[in-house]
């Protein structure tokens, strides 16, 4: 693991982690380059909103190591910056301050990032960051998913505190992009959008009255935590959605 400063001049290698000075939060470095993005041949589980597989360029950017906590959310609050969630008897709970914010709506979590310097990832950068280059199904790999690897399927019936499940980190060092809590991507979700992306850098900024969300929650089965799984809600929607933030390099 390597450290550096924010202001650090020399290009990062993958997983190089840096530290947010406005909330504290750890965030993973993902170089520019190639992925295939979707769901090909080997995922029996694809849907057909995760097709056709296609190869996405995107430039170099960071990532959230882990979902954005309640304690770090309630800075934002604090500040006037956000309001809080709707599922407060987690976020106010000091037996909850390492779990992830859930019961925030899309614009709530976009608030949270603006205030935090940051931006929501866009749907290729979360499931990059989630399934790195060689299009593995889930962010350890190809094989099935287990109470070691990520909190899913009910084996907690909750959340758990971010980065419990080491085990189940992405190539890049990302913790927790399988289960424990849906996350906002700052995309608007069109079942069809695969077949127009542009090949770079790809933003679905319509419809925006449907969001993208990603990752699964503790309730999905391993089908639904899959990194290449899609899934949507309208944007002003709270339910069980939590999220992490991004930043271009």
């Not at 998913?145 to 909190?151: H, Q, V």
């Not at 060092?173 to 809590?181: I, K």
């Amino acid at each position: 693991m390597i450290l550096i400063s924010s202001c650090s001049m020399k290009t990062p290698s993958a997983g190089t982690i840096r530290v947010s000075e406005e909330d504290g939060m750890e965030m993973v470095f993902v170089p520019a380059g190639e992925f295939s993005m979707g769901s090909g041949a080997n995922d029996p589980s694809a849907d057909a909103d995760e097709l056709p597989v296609h190869t996405v360029y995107l430039e170099s950017f960071w990532i959230d190591k882990t979902e954005v906590k309640n304690s770090m959310y309630g800075k934002c609050v604090s500040d006037g910056a956000c309001t809080p969630p709707a599922r407060s008897r987690f976020y106010e709970n000091e037996q909850y301050s390492n779990h992830p914010i859930i019961g925030v709506s899309w614009e709530q979590a976009n608030a949270y990032c603006g205030w935090a310097g940051r931006r929501l990832p866009t749907e290729a950068e979360w499931e990059k960051a989630a399934r790195g280059t060689d299009g593995r199904i889930y962010p350890w790999g190809n094989e099935s998913p287990t109470a070691g690897l990520a909190n899913f399927d009910q084996h907690v019936n909750e959340t758990t505190p971010v980065g419990s499940y080491p085990e189940g980190e992405s190539s890049y060092g990302a913790l927790d992009m399988a289960g424990n809590a849906w996350e906002w991507a700052m995309d608007g979700y069109s079942p069809d959008y695969y077949s127009i992306s542009p090949e770079k850098n790809p933003l679905s900024e319509s419809p925006v009255n449907r969001r993208v969300l990603k990752g699964g929650n503790w309730d999905s089965n391993a089908d639904g935590i899959r990194s290449a799984n899609r899934f949507w809600a309208f944007p002003g929607r709270n339910d069980t959605d939590g999220f992490r933030c991004a930043d271009s390099d």
